[in-house]
């Protein structure tokens, strides 16, 4: 062991800090869009995560009924329905910052000019499973396409989503979101880890980190925003923290 690595690991032991808690990462939950002149899921927004140094910049994404897949977490958008509108209907509209609604396709071109920050790709519940596997299947094509699959972590509430990701390849990174099921489960259906809400971590199943982490399953939770919940999970040794506020959780792990 090199000299500096032993003297880190003594000043974290005096300042009660174990190794998994410094390795707790930052994913910044729809692109970290808490600045002046960007929006959630816009491409300034995922520009503006590359530049802070995230672990992850979340995004959420559908199909549209001509098979493109793009950016937006709720099921409308302005009115439109975007798994049963044409991507040319929803070119015209734009977000808050005057953006248009971003496709997956420019996410990638995006994440492609670096090796930092990777893509957490949330793929959405739509109306039918098939829509679901349907979704999953373009979204993973454009991505191996692209060449970044080393850089994309996937995650869904849809069942129908995440087995459709492990059956295209079991070696996909894919975490649940939806909270009911056990570390033991996720770990026996071919999950790489959970990424499960706050509450079912830190009052429901406070047990299921340990237990993810016993199991070599990967732990994260969303979505984190405040000092005493950030403190907490840091403390716990989760491995990534999804927030709206990334520079706040910075400066808690860099204290």
């Known amino acids: 062991m090199k000299v500096k690595q032993f003297l880190a690991i003594i000043l974290m032991s005096l300042c009660g800090i174990t190794s998994a808690q410094a390795q707790t990462q930052i994913i910044a939950h729809r692109g970290y869009w808490d600045k002046l002149g960007s929006a959630q899921n816009s491409l300034s927004s995922l520009e503006n995560a590359i530049k802070f140094g995230a672990y992850g910049s979340e995004l959420d994404v559908w199909i549209t009924k001509d098979g493109i897949v793009v950016l937006n977490h709720d099921e409308t958008y302005q009115g439109v329905v975007i798994q049963t509108a044409t991507y040319a209907e929803l070119s015209a509209l734009r977000l808050v910052n005057g953006e248009p609604i971003p496709t ?74 939806n909270g009911e099921k056990s570390p033991a489960t996720l770990k026996a259906e071919g999950y790489w880890g959970l990424d499960y809400a706050w509450n079912v971590l830190k009052e429901q199943h406070p047990e299921w980190i340990k237990e993810a982490k016993a199991l070599g399953l990967t732990t994260n939770v969303w979505t984190v925003n405040n000092v005493e919940r950030m403190q907490y999970f840091i403390s716990q040794g989760i491995d990534y923290i999804t927030t709206d506020n990334p520079q706040l959780l910075r400066g808690l792990l860099t204290e």
Do not use: W
């Open 104 to 177: 997956l396709q420019q996410y990638i071109n995006i994440a492609k000019k670096q090796n930092k920050t990777k893509l957490i790709v949330e793929i959405k519940s739509h109306y039918t499973a098939e829509d679901d596997r349907r979704a999953a299947r373009e979204t993973v094509r454009l991505i191996n396409e692209s060449g970044i699959a080393g850089m994309v972590d996937y995650i869904s509430f849809s069942e129908h989503v995440c087995k459709e990701l492990i059956r295209l390849n079991p070696k996909h990174r894919v975490a649940y979101l």
